[in-house]
C-alpha cells in the first residue's frame, strides 16, 4: 500500500548507508553544512512566525472572531482568572465536556502573564509555524540519513520551506477563529519524529499531550499510530500502542460523557438516523457502517475532489508514504464522512493533513531516486510538477486567504466594535451577532444573537452588539433580523443606545429586578 520508507529497513539499510563514503570532500563540512541548513529553516520559520502574529493582530483589530473564538476566549479567560470549571454559555455546557480539551487549562497559566486575548492567535500562530519547523526538521533528518547529497537536499528544503510558506492552507486555518487542531498538530508532529527516530519515550510525551486537546485530536493520533505501523518493524510496537491508546482515550471521554462538542450526530445519516450521542451512539454508528459499507464508499467518493484539493499544495504522491499516509487518510475521510460538508473544506479542521503530506512527498521522491536505476530522472519530473503545482496553487490563493480575514469587517465597522468593547462593562451580559461575538466573550456570560431567541438575564446590564452586515456571510443568517431586533431593544425594552454608527449598534439594557430571560422578537 506504501513505500518503504527508512525505518522499515533501518538496521540493514543505516548501516550500508554509513559505510559510504562522504559526498562532501570536507571531513568536518558536512555535519557543519547540516546544521546551517537547520538554521537557515528556524529563521525562515521564525520570521514566517512573526509575519503570522501581525495578520492575527490585525485581524483581532478588525473584530472577525466568532463564535469558535467566543468559546475559547470564555474558557481561557474564566480559567485564568481562577474559575476552574468554565461553564460555556455560547455552546451550553460545562467547557470540559465541550470536548474534554485539557490543554486548555495549562494555556491558561499564559493569562496570568498576558490577559489579553489575542494571545490566543499567537499561541495558534506559534502552532502553525512549530508545525512547519518540526516538519522542516524531520525531512532535513531523512535527507541526512539517506545521505543525500548537500547541495541537492539544500534544494529539496528551500523548495520545502516555500511551499510552507506559500501554502493558502495555512492562512485558511488562522481566519477562523481559533481552534485545537493546529495544537495537536505540534504535538502529533513532534510524536512522529521521535518515533520515526527511535526516541520512543520522548515520543509518549507528545502522544499525551495530544490527546489532551481533544477527541479529534485522539483521531489524529490514530492515523499517526497506523503510520507507525506501516513503517516497519521498528515503530510497529509502538504504533500498535499508540492506536490502542487513542482509541482507549476516546472511550473514556465518551463514558465520561465529555463529548458534547464533537458532533458524533453528524454522522448519523450513515446509519439512517437523525442523531447518535454516547457509547450507545459510537456502538450503533460502527455497527451500521459495518452492515452498509457502500454508504461509505458512496459518500467518499462524492468528496474525493474535495481531499484532492485540500491535498494538492503539498503533492498528492506523499500519501504514498507510510510516515504520509497515516494520519491525512484517517483525518480526511473523517471529515469527508460529516454530514457537515464544510469539515472536509475548511483548512483548520485538516491542518494535520498538510505537514505529513508534504513529508510524505519527500519520501516517495526520494526513495524513488536511490531506489531504481536512473530513479532520479522520474522523482525529478514528479518532483518539478509537484513544486510547479504547490507554488502555482499557493502563490495564487495565499494573498488572497491574508486579505479575507482583515477584510470581512470594514476599518470604520472595527472602530465601533472598539467602542462598544470600551463601554462594555465587565460584568454585563453580552448578546451579539454571530460573526463578531468574539471578543466580547471574556465574561462570565455571552450568547449569540439568533432570530426569535430566548436568552437567560444574568447580569444587571445586558448589552446587545448588532452588526447587520455581518450576517450576509453566514447562509441560514437574516441581516433583516438584526434590524428587527435593534427596534425590538431600543423600543420595546426601551434599551440605551451605546453606539450607533457605521453599520454597528449597541445598546444596554438594565432589566427589571426578577427578571430571568427575555424573548427577542425579531420580526412582527
Given at each position: 500500500m506504501?513505500?518503504?520508507?527508512?525505518?522499515?529497513?533501518?538496521?540493514?539499510?543505516?548501516?550500508?548507508?554509513?559505510?559510504?563514503?562522504?559526498?562532501?570532500?570536507d571531513?568536518g563540512g558536512?555535519?557543519?553544512?547540516?546544521?546551517?541548513?537547520?538554521?537557515?529553516?528556524?529563521?525562515?520559520?521564525?520570521?514566517?512566525?512573526?509575519?503570522?502574529?501581525v495578520?492575527?493582530?490585525?485581524?483581532?483589530?478588525?473584530?472577525?472572531?466568532g463564535?469558535?473564538?467566543a468559546?475559547?476566549n470564555?474558557?481561557?479567560t474564566?480559567?485564568?482568572?481562577?474559575?476552574?470549571?468554565?461553564?460555556?454559555?455560547?455552546?451550553?455546557?460545562?467547557?470540559?465536556?465541550s470536548?474534554?480539551?485539557?490543554?486548555?487549562?495549562?494555556?491558561?497559566l499564559?493569562?496570568?502573564?498576558?490577559?489579553?486575548?489575542?494571545?490566543?492567535?499567537?499561541?495558534?500562530?506559534?502552532?502553525v509555524?512549530?508545525?512547519?519547523?518540526?516538519?522542516?526538521?524531520?525531512?532535513?533528518d531523512?535527507?541526512?540519513?539517506r545521505?543525500?547529497?548537500w547541495w541537492?537536499?539544500?534544494?529539496?528544503?528551500?523548495?520545502?520551506?516555500?511551499?510552507?510558506?506559500?501554502?493558502?492552507?495555512?492562512?485558511?486555518?488562522?481566519?477562523?477563529?481559533?481552534?485545537?487542531?493546529?495544537?495537536?498538530?505540534?504535538?502529533v508532529?513532534l510524536?512522529?519524529r521521535?518515533?520515526?527516530?527511535?526516541?520512543?519515550?520522548?515520543?509518549?510525551?507528545?502522544?499525551?499531550?495530544?490527546?489532551?486537546?481533544?477527541?479529534?485530536?485522539?483521531i489524529t493520533?490514530?492515523g499517526?499510530?497506523?503510520?507507525?505501523l506501516?513503517?516497519?518493524?521498528?515503530?510497529?510496537?509502538q504504533?500498535?500502542?499508540?492506536?490502542?491508546?487513542?482509541?482507549?482515550?476516546?472511550?473514556?471521554?465518551?463514558?465520561?460523557?465529555?463529548?458534547a462538542?464533537?458532533?458524533i450526530?453528524?454522522?448519523?445519516?450513515?446509519?439512517?438516523?437523525?442523531?447518535?450521542s454516547?457509547?450507545t451512539?459510537?456502538?450503533i454508528?460502527l455497527?451500521g457502517?459495518?452492515?452498509?459499507?457502500?454508504?461509505?464508499?458512496?459518500q467518499?467518493?462524492?468528496?474525493?475532489?474535495?481531499?484532492?484539493?485540500l491535498?494538492?499544495?503539498?503533492g498528492?504522491?506523499?500519501?504514498?508514504?507510510?510516515?504520509?499516509?497515516?494520519?491525512?487518510?484517517v483525518?480526511?475521510?473523517?471529515?469527508?464522512?460529516?454530514?457537515n460538508?464544510?469539515?472536509?473544506?475548511?483548512?483548520?479542521?485538516?491542518?494535520?493533513?498538510?505537514?505529513?503530506?508534504?513529508?510524505?512527498?519527500v519520501?516517495v521522491?526520494?526513495w524513488?531516486?536511490?531506489?531504481?536505476?536512473?530513479?532520479w530522472?522520474?522523482?525529478?519530473?514528479?518532483?518539478?510538477?509537484?513544486?510547479?503545482?504547490?507554488?502555482?496553487?499557493g502563490?495564487?490563493?495565499?494573498?488572497a486567504?491574508?486579505?479575507?480575514?482583515i477584510?470581512q469587517?470594514?476599518?470604520?465597522?472595527?472602530t465601533?466594535?472598539?467602542?462598544?468593547?470600551?463601554?462594555?462593562?465587565?460584568?454585563?451580559?453580552?448578546?451579539?451577532?454571530?460573526r463578531?461575538?468574539?471578543?466580547?466573550?471574556?465574561?462570565p456570560?455571552c450568547?449569540?444573537?439568533?432570530?426569535?431567541?430566548?436568552f437567560?438575564?444574568?447580569s444587571?446590564?445586558?448589552?446587545?452588539?448588532f452588526?447587520?452586515?455581518?450576517?450576509?456571510?453566514i447562509?441560514?443568517a437574516?441581516a433583516?433580523d438584526?434590524?428587527?431586533a435593534?427596534?425590538?431593544?431600543?423600543?420595546?425594552?426601551h434599551?440605551?443606545?451605546?453606539?450607533?454608527?457605521?453599520?454597528?449598534?449597541?445598546?444596554?439594557?438594565?432589566?427589571?429586578?426578577?427578571?430571568?430571560?427575555?424573548?427577542?422578537a425579531t420580526?412582527?
Amino acid at each position: 500500500m506504501t513505500v518503504a520508507d527508512d525505518t522499515a529497513v533501518s538496521a540493514r539499510q543505516d548501516a550500508t548507508v554509513d559505510s559510504l563514503p562522504s559526498t562532501d570532500g570536507d571531513p568536518g563540512g558536512p555535519e557543519r553544512r547540516w546544521k546551517w541548513l537547520r538554521l537557515a529553516g528556524a529563521v525562515v520559520m521564525g520570521l514566517w512566525c512573526i509575519g503570522l502574529v501581525v495578520y492575527s493582530t490585525t485581524m483581532y483589530h478588525h473584530d472577525f472572531l466568532g463564535e469558535d473564538f467566543a468559546t475559547y476566549n470564555q474558557a481561557w479567560t474564566l480559567i485564568g482568572q481562577g474559575h476552574l470549571n468554565p461553564y460555556d454559555t455560547i455552546y451550553h455546557f460545562p467547557f470540559i465536556k465541550s470536548d474534554f480539551e485539557l490543554i486548555i487549562w495549562p494555556l491558561a497559566l499564559v493569562h496570568l502573564v498576558y490577559p489579553g486575548s489575542v494571545a490566543l492567535l499567537w499561541i495558534q500562530d506559534l502552532a502553525v509555524a512549530g508545525s512547519g519547523f518540526v516538519v522542516f526538521l524531520w525531512i532535513v533528518d531523512y535527507l541526512e540519513r539517506r545521505r543525500v547529497p548537500w547541495w541537492p537536499a539544500a534544494g529539496v528544503v528551500s523548495v520545502v520551506l516555500a511551499v510552507l510558506v506559500a501554502s493558502p492552507g495555512a492562512y485558511q486555518i488562522l481566519f477562523f477563529d481559533f481552534h485545537m487542531e493546529p495544537i495537536s498538530t505540534v504535538f502529533v508532529l513532534l510524536a512522529g519524529r521521535d518515533l520515526w527516530s527511535g526516541r520512543h519515550r520522548r515520543a509518549w510525551i507528545w502522544v499525551m499531550l495530544a490527546l489532551a486537546c481533544g477527541t479529534f485530536a485522539a483521531i489524529t493520533v490514530v492515523g499517526l499510530g497506523i503510520s507507525a505501523l506501516l513503517a516497519g518493524r521498528e515503530t510497529r510496537r509502538q504504533g500498535a500502542l499508540v492506536v490502542a491508546a487513542a482509541i482507549g482515550w476516546l472511550a473514556l471521554v465518551s463514558v465520561l460523557g465529555a463529548s458534547a462538542g464533537s458532533g458524533i450526530t453528524t454522522y448519523a445519516h450513515l446509519v439512517g438516523r437523525r442523531t447518535l450521542s454516547g457509547p450507545t451512539g459510537i456502538a450503533i454508528l460502527l455497527s451500521g457502517l459495518l452492515l452498509h459499507p457502500t454508504r461509505v464508499i458512496d459518500q467518499l467518493h462524492e468528496r474525493l475532489t474535495s481531499m484532492y484539493v485540500l491535498v494538492k499544495q503539498v503533492g498528492v504522491v506523499g500519501l504514498a508514504s507510510a510516515w504520509g499516509f497515516g494520519v491525512p487518510v484517517v483525518v480526511m475521510v473523517t471529515n469527508a464522512l460529516s454530514g457537515n460538508t464544510a469539515l472536509i473544506n475548511q483548512a483548520f479542521q485538516n491542518a494535520a493533513s498538510y505537514p505529513f503530506v508534504l513529508l510524505g512527498t519527500v519520501m516517495v521522491l526520494v526513495w524513488t531516486a536511490q531506489r531504481f536505476l536512473y530513479g532520479w530522472i522520474p522523482a525529478i519530473a514528479v518532483a518539478l510538477v509537484v513544486t510547479v503545482q504547490a507554488l502555482s496553487y499557493g502563490v495564487g490563493l495565499a494573498p488572497a486567504n491574508v486579505r479575507f480575514g482583515i477584510s470581512q469587517i470594514g476599518e470604520a465597522q472595527a472602530t465601533q466594535i472598539r467602542r462598544v468593547l470600551a463601554l462594555t462593562p465587565a460584568d454585563a451580559e453580552v448578546i451579539s451577532t454571530i460573526r463578531i461575538m468574539g471578543r466580547f466573550c471574556s465574561r462570565p456570560h455571552c450568547y449569540w444573537f439568533y432570530s426569535n431567541g430566548s436568552f437567560p438575564v444574568q447580569s444587571r446590564e445586558v448589552v446587545f452588539v448588532f452588526d447587520p452586515s455581518a450576517e450576509n456571510q453566514i447562509p441560514e443568517a437574516d441581516a433583516a433580523d438584526d434590524i428587527g431586533a435593534i427596534v425590538f431593544v431600543r423600543d420595546r425594552l426601551h434599551a440605551h443606545t451605546l453606539v450607533d454608527a457605521d453599520g454597528i449598534t449597541a445598546l444596554v439594557w438594565r432589566p427589571p429586578a426578577g427578571t430571568t430571560s427575555v424573548d427577542l422578537a425579531t420580526r412582527p
